[in-house]
């Protein structure tokens, strides 16, 4: 009976027992996990509060490790890494930030705006330690740090292939985090002003010239203007507005400024502009050979005219070849220039 009597008694214990353990085993974890929801409340409001206040949150070291990189995180923060300082000289930095403006405007202030995604910004100037602790070399940079995990390959966006347009970046977000951002941008007079200009001037020149009209049927007058057209979209002129690259690359280690970009799919603003100038050579050089062939002025100033014709077809076609040769590797052929 005895036996009995305490078989019982610790029968009776068990669930008191197991109480007691599941209290000791489980308050601990339930004061951790709502300790951890209060940091993460703490966070979320601070960069709602900075967020309303100016839609690209700079940071420092500090802002950086605590909002960004330190857990909890239920949100994506994109930063921009960049170096704005007048001494730093980095023209492409400056552009890229009117970019970046511009995409993180189109999304605090439109009907769809949420905690799930913040835009910040590191200076190298006010977070140099950022920079060293993610061994970063170069300016602007844009990653994508993901709300859960640490950021993946393609979370580190391709400013040299995609350009730094609001639109692309854009993409860029949407395909990362999944939040759709329609760009808009403030309202730019200076096409229609340019265009009521050009228009202004036609109707001046038509109605000062009413009684003579020949220099409408000027041929070579169009055939000038068909011309430089055709050179500034065949140098590139429309990609540039398309995809909106840097003008110029500059190494923030050597200071070397790069003005072709070393991939096929990618180019800079003065790239075009080079292409533009080569491709203009070469023309220049065919006209002065046509007009040697068929002109009727005598046979020395002929001759001046083919040779210097000649040699501006030699000399710029060689240097477009070697600007090709440079951004497809592996290209065989070169002429005069390598």
Partial sequence: MGARRRSGAV????????????????????????????VLSEKVNQLMEWASKRSVI????????RLVKAPPRNYSVIVMFTALQPHRQCVVCKQADEEYQILANSWRYSSAFTNKIFFAMVDFDEG????????????????????????KRGDTYELQVRGFAAEQLARWVADRTDVNIRVIRPPNYAGPLMLGLLLA???????????????LYNKTGWAFAALCFVLAMTSGQMWNHIRGPPYAHKNPHTGQVNYIHGSSQAQFVAETHIVLLFNGGVTLGMVLLHEAATSDMDVGKRKIMCIAGIGLVVVFFSWLLSVFKSKYHGYPYSFLMS
């Fill in 58 to 65: 700079r940071m420092n070291g500090d802002k950086f490790r």
């Fill in 201 to 215: 001037v036609i109707g001046g020149l038509v109605y000062l010239r009413g009684s003579n009209l020949d220099f």
């Fill in 128 to 151: 140099s330690d950022v920079f060293q602790m993610l061994n970063m070399n170069s300016a602007p940079t844009f990653i994508n740090f993901p709300a859960k995990g640490k950021p």
């Fill in 11 to 38: 029968m009776a214990a068990l669930p008191v027992l197991a109480l007691l353990l599941l209290l000791a085993w489980g308050g601990p974890r339930a004061a951790g996990q709502k300790r951890k929801e209060m």
